[in-house]
Each structure stands twice: as structure tokens, then as C-alpha cells.
């Protein structure tokens, strides 16, 4: 056996079985073992930013994580923005990175680089397997690494002569780490703020967030003490629907969320953190905790939150099967008329399926359909969580893998969509059920947006051509079909329903191009 399928073999032995490729010389071996083990699944992405993307989206929904392949330094740093993103998200990744054979390197040759130093800025862990006898064992950590808790990029670099030199064969999984109680002080402090008569607000995010366990756990809590319950802007995974108890997710832009938290004196956090504004701008504050507001951080990302959240329920003398309040089910009625970000939102949550996971990089143009779908039955929100944007197809591509019972929904906008776009050539060679929905504004719409609030006023015709996407105007119907996804182009709201409707339909990938107003 050599390094690669001692390598293989052990992942799978550690519970990761898909590997998100996109190989080069040095990691030959690794792909030739994947016919000496089978249950492997490797799947292709044609840029490794959807390598990265669809691993994220594979953890985020299945729990544990895929592996990657790339391809030296240059690999790395094409998938390295979503790492970013998964990053954010605390996503349990495996990322192995192939590298030179060790006497290659000392050569500098074309593909030489500091593989560590660019894999080191987005990973919690970060090892360079020395040898072939190494290298199982180095696998077995790098799952252990990945899980955390919380969940991070766990990086193995793989020189190609340690994949090809004989091996001792797979490693046992290495024991998971262990799980940090909740912290007395901390939960003791957190019931004194929410029991001080004062207006509080649990603010939470991570792990609480991604299962009904998770929201019936805060809302038990927020109720009992008549806090506001709020949800950091980005979560990783938040399930939601009808029977679901509703967070409200704190706003992208600071104004709205400082309206959201103004006049509260504490805010509990859990799996989460102080709410930050996205950017700086001239004469505006970046913290968004209001003045006189104390934080409460109830526990750490090694800290499980919900064991944390019950032991607070506990403090607050909360029974563990206080009912809480749950969305109602709706739908809107069927929009007519013009497409608009209001009638596309309309018309995707009436037909938004049970257990439907959202992939959303819908940006502007998908500002109202958290709002539209609240009532829809109950299914997942994937979201931005690092901001780099190309995350979307990616992302809806690993959820896909790892959720072949499910419908997959990508909300795409126009600019976001271009960035990985390939993405649907892996959907559609792998059959994956992901109706992607390209919000079309032909513009940077947020970058106008932004252009105002940073101050920089009076934008002339070579500033304002930065943010615009028409000229030329694109087809995405085309670059669909071009990469065997059929697709439908939708200009009204009628027609927008039907196509969406039919696009569901279709067990496999399909896409619908909704032509939107380039503003809001
Ligand atoms: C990796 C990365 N590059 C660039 C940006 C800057 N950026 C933020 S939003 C945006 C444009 C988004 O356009 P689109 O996806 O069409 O959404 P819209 O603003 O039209 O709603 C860009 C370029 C970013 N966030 N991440
Ligand atoms: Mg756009």
C-alpha cells in the first residue's frame, strides 16, 4: 500500500468519504487510489473555488466533513476565498494540498511555494506530511482537527513522493477532543443579566441556530426572561419554517441593526460574537453593542452551546419542555405582473419545497425572501458567512452531495454567480438536485449602495462602469446549457412562477434567469 491509499483509506476509516478535486501532477497517486478505494467518492469542480465552496456546504449539511484535493500553492490560493468563508462558518474541512516530492523541492521549481504560509492565514491546523509512515496517522489528525469543536480548516500538505512511497498502512481515528463544560461564572453572570429586569436580547449564531433542538433551547430561555431573540446576519445554517421558533437575523446594514439592539442594556451571546459593521465608514461606529450595553459571551467555541444554554435554563429555573412560540405556516398569494425582488421573493416561497435547503448569495436583489419564506415549510439557509463572495453554487453543489434526499435552492445573484460559475458543470455531471435561481440585475447593485455610504458622492461615468455588468448584457440561460443545466430565461412574475415551477420539477440541476431592475 502506498501513501495515497493509506491516506484514503484512513479518511474514510475517520468518516470522509467525498473528496472535492481538482488535481495536478503532484497529486496523481491520490487520484489513482481512488479506484483501489471505492468508497471514496471523489468529485470534480473546474476551479478550485468550487472545490473549497462545495466542501463547505457538504459539512455545513452533513455534519462532518468532505476532504479536498488541490494542487500546490497556486491550487490553494484559487480555493483559498471560500476557505475563508468556511473559515467564518467554524465548517469542519480536511483540505490536503499537494506539494512537490521532498528532494523537488529545495529545486524551485515553476510550481514551488510557501504552501504553508498561504494555507496557515485560513486554517486552525497546518501540517506537511514528512513521510510515508507519517502519513496515516497525520490524516487520522487533521479529521480530529477538522471537528474541533468549534469546527475549522484542517490543512495537510502531501508531498507527492509521500503519496507514492510504500506505507504502513491506514491509522485508527484519532479520539475526538474533548468538549469544554459550560463555565459556571459564565452562566451565572448571563441569568443575573437576563433576570435583571432590564432590556436584554440573546443574540445567537453557530450551532444553536442550524437545528430546532438548537431554537427551541434560545427561545426557551429568551421567552422566560422577555428577551428579544436575534440571530447573528450571517449564520452558518439556520433552519427555519413553519413549527420553527423564528429568530430575527440582525441587518447586513449597521443603521438597521443598531435599530435592532438600540435601548438594551445586555446582550447575552451564545455561539456567536459582539456584532461588528461589515465595513468602516467616515464618522460611523464599527461596534454595534449600543452604548451602555454589556455582552455576555455564555459560552466558547469549545463550549457545546446547547449543553451551555441548558444549563442557563436551568439557573433561570426554566422546565425543559416549556412549549415555545413557532412560526405560523403561509405562503404569499401568486404575484403578477412585473418581476421585481418583491414578486421573484413571492413567488419562490410559494413553492419553496419541504426540506429545502437555501444556498443564499442573493445579495440586493434577494433582500425580501427570508421575509416571504418565513411561513414556508420548515428547510435550511445557508448564508455568506465570510463575506467573499462566489460562495453560492459552490456551496448549494456540496449541500447537493450531501443531501441527495433534498432539494437544493441557490439564490444567485448576477455578479456572485460569475465567480465560480462552474460550479453547474459539476452539478450537472454528478446529477445533483440544486435549482439555481440567477437574480439578473446587471450591476454591482451593492457597490452603488456602498459608493454613497463610504462618502464617496457624485460617481462619474468610469467609476460607475466599475459596478455595471451590462455591456456586454449576460446570458446565463447560455452558460447554463453550455454546461449541460437546462435553463429558462423569466422577464414577468407569471412567467417567473412557471419557470421556477418547472425547474423544481426536474430531478437534477436547472436554472432560472429572472431579469430583475438593476435597483431595488
Ligand atoms: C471575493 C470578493 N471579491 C469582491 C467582493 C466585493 N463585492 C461585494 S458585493 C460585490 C458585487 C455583488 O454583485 P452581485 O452578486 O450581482 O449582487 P448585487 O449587488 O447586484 O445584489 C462585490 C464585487 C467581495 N465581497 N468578495
Ligand atoms: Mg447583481
Known amino acids: ?89 467554524h465548517t469542519p474541512v480536511v483540505n490536503v494540498v499537494g506539494d512537490h516530492a521532498w528532494p523537488h523541492k529545495p529545486l524551485d521549481a515553476p510550481l514551488e511555494s510557501d504552501i504553508e504560509a ?30 474541533g469543536p468549534p469546527g475549522q480548516v484542517a490543512t495537510l500538505v502531501l508531498p507527492a513522493d509521500v503519496s507514492w512511497s510504500e506505507a504502513r ?37 453557530g450551532r444553536v441556530v442550524g437545528s430546532e433542538e438548537g431554537l427551541v433551547a434560545a427561545a426557551r430561555v429568551a421567552e422566560a426572561a422577555g428577551a428579544k431573540l436575534l440571530c447573528e446576519t450571517f449564520p452558518a445554517r439556520l433552519s427555519r419554517g413553519a413549527g420553527l421558533p423564528a429568530v430575527e437575523r440582525l441587518a447586513y446594514l449597521a443603521e438597521f441593526a443598531e435599530m435592532q439592539m438600540a435601548g438594551l442594556r445586555h446582550l447575552v451571546i451564545v455561539d456567536s460574537r459582539e456584532p461588528v459593521s461589515f465595513f468602516a465608514y467616515p464618522d460611523k461606529a464599527s461596534e ?24 442557563l435554563a436551568d439557573a433561570l429555573g426554566v422546565p425543559a ?32 419545497p419541504e426540506g429545502a435547503i437555501v444556498a443564499d448569495e442573493g445579495n440586493t436583489a434577494g433582500l425580501f425572501v427570508s421575509g416571504a419564506t418565513a411561513g414556508c415549510p420548515p428547510h435550511d439557509w445557508l448564508t455568506l458567512t465570510g463575506g467573499a463572495i462566489g460562495l453560492g453554487m459552490p456551496l448549494a453543489t456540496g449541500a447537493a452531495v450531501a443531501a441527495p434526499d433534498r432539494k437544493v435552492v441557490n439564490l444567485e445573484a448576477d455578479g ?13 455531471r454528478e446529477n445533483l438536485d440544486v435549482t439555481t435561481v440567477i437574480l439578473n440585475n446587471r450591476s454591482y447593485a451593492i457597490l452603488n449602495l456602498e459608493l454613497a455610504r463610504v462618502g464617496a458622492t457624485d460617481p462619474g461615468p468610469a467609476a460607475l462602469s466599475m459596478l455595471d455588468l451590462s455591456n456586454p448584457d449576460m446570458d446565463f440561460c447560455a452558460i447554463a446549457q453550455g454546461m449541460g443545466v437546462p435553463a429558462e430565461r423569466a422577464t414577468d412574475a407569471e412567467g417567473f412562477t412557471a419557470a421556477l415551477e418547472r425547474a423544481l420539477a426536474v430531478p437534477g440541476p436547472a436554472l432560472v434567469e429572472a431579469m430583475l431592475p438593476a435597483t431595488l
Open 1 to 89: 500500500m502506498n501513501g495515497a491509499q493509506a491516506l484514503i483509506r484512513t479518511l474514510v476509516a475517520c468518516g470522509v468519504d467525498t473528496c472535492f478535486t481538482n488535481p495536478g501532477t503532484s497529486e496523481m497517486h491520490f487520484v489513482a487510489a481512488l479506484d483501489d478505494v471505492p468508497e471514496m467518492r471523489g468529485v470534480l469542480g473546474l476551479f478550485e473555488g468550487v472545490a473549497t465552496g462545495a466542501a463547505d456546504g457538504y459539512a455545513r449539511v452533513a455534519g462532518r466533513p468532505a476532504a479536498t484535493l488541490l494542487h500546490l500553492g497556486p491550487g490553494l490560493a484559487n480555493g483559498w476565498a471560500n476557505l475563508h468563508n468556511a473559515r467564518r462558518a
Open 118 to 147: 498561504v494555507a496557515g492565514a485560513v486554517s486552525g491546523w497546518v501540517r506537511t506530511s514528512a513521510t510515508s509512515e507519517a502519513v496515516a496517522t497525520d490524516a487520522a489528525e487533521a479529521v480530529r482537527a477538522a471537528m
Open 169 to 205: 498502512g491506514p491509522a485508527e481515528p484519532a479520539a475526538s477532543r474533548s468538549v469544554v463544560a459550560p463555565e459556571d461564572d459564565r452562566i451565572a453572570d448571563a441569568a443575573s443579566a437576563l433576570r435583571s429586569g432590564e432590556p436584554v436580547a440573546l443574540l445567537v449564531g
Open 288 to 311: 454595534l453593542v449600543p452604548d451602555g450595553c454589556t455582552a455576555h459571551a455564555l459560552c466558547t467555541g469549545s463550549t457545546d452551546p446547547l449543553a451551555a444554554l441548558a444549563s
Open 321 to 352: 419542555d416549556a412549549e415555545v412560540a413557532r412560526a405560523a405556516a403561509s405562503r404569499p398569494a401568486a404575484p403578477s405582473g412585473d418581476l421585481t425582488s418583491q414578486t421573484m421573493a413571492e413567488s419562490l416561497a410559494r413553492l419553496l
Open 416 to 428: 456572485s454567480a460569475m465567480y465560480t460559475v462552474q460550479a453547474l458543470w459539476t452539478q450537472a
